[in-house]
Antibody
């Protein structure tokens, strides 16, 4: 069965960077795009971008351009999302999600809480 | 890419039907049939309940249905049950980008 398993919670200071991993299993990671979505406490879902594991192409919305980098290591079926210059309003749960080739997300990681505080 | 517009909250009694709207623009909902809906319980990852506007993944009850007209998509839940009480999010493809709605809290 398809699973997306993310790395554990992180606590960071303002200005630092964080890198969250998402290990895919149960399918060939090369076949499906992986998206990253975050959710601040009590807030809605916010799309952060996607990576095409087959080739490494990425797309980020303007809000995150220059601050987010999505990469992958296909040899271990793992995608990564790195966010730099962290601010307190980056405190959120970060999810990875597998695209079904129609911009819908049936498989999600369990979420990774990133807390940013001085 | 602005967020899609959803009502902050809706409510209904058990057995009734409710509809949640999701308004976008000609660059997202109006341009593509890649609209999906998610149910999210507190502390959990979102669950896909509709994709391609009207399609249901396996295991999702047919009480959940979707439609689209122009720049607005809608989720209708019929025969409301207590376990339907949750947050609901719409999502649309927007030409290489993806945009979510702000979320709607359904109270049953």
């Amino acid at each position: 069965q398809v699973q997306m398993v993310q790395s554990g919670a992180e606590v960071k200071k303002p200005g630092a960077s964080v890198k969250v991993s998402c290990k895919a299993s149960g399918y060939n990671i090369l076949d499906k795009y992986i998206h990253w979505v975050r959710q601040a406490p009590g807030q809605g879902l916010e799309w952060m971008g996607w990576i095409k594991p087959n080739g490494g192409d990425t797309r980020y919305p303007p809000k995150f351009q220059g601050r987010v980098t999505m990469t992958r290591d296909t040899s271990i079926s793992t995608a990564y999302m790195e966010l730099t210059s962290l601010r307190s309003d980056d405190t959120a749960v970060y999810f990875c999600a597998r695209d079904n080739n129609n911009n819908s997300f049936q498989y999600w990681g369990q979420g990774t809480l990133v807390s940013v505080s001085s | 890419q602005s967020a899609l517009t959803q009502p902050r909250s809706v409510s209904g009694s058990p057995g009734q039907s409710v509809t949640i709207s999701c308004t976008g623009t000609t660059r997202d909902i109006g341009a593509y049939n890649f609209v999906s809906w998610y149910q999210q319980h507190p502390g959990k990852a979102p669950k896909l309940i509709l994709y391609n506007v009207t399609e249901r993944p396996s295991g999702v009850p047919d009480r959940f249905s979707g439609s689209k007209s122009g720049n607005t998509a809608s989720l209708t839940i019929s025969g409301l049950q207590a376990e339907d009480e949750s947050d609901y999010y719409c999502c649309s493809y927007a030409g290489f980008y993806t945009v979510f709605g702000g979320g709607t809290k359904l109270t049953v």
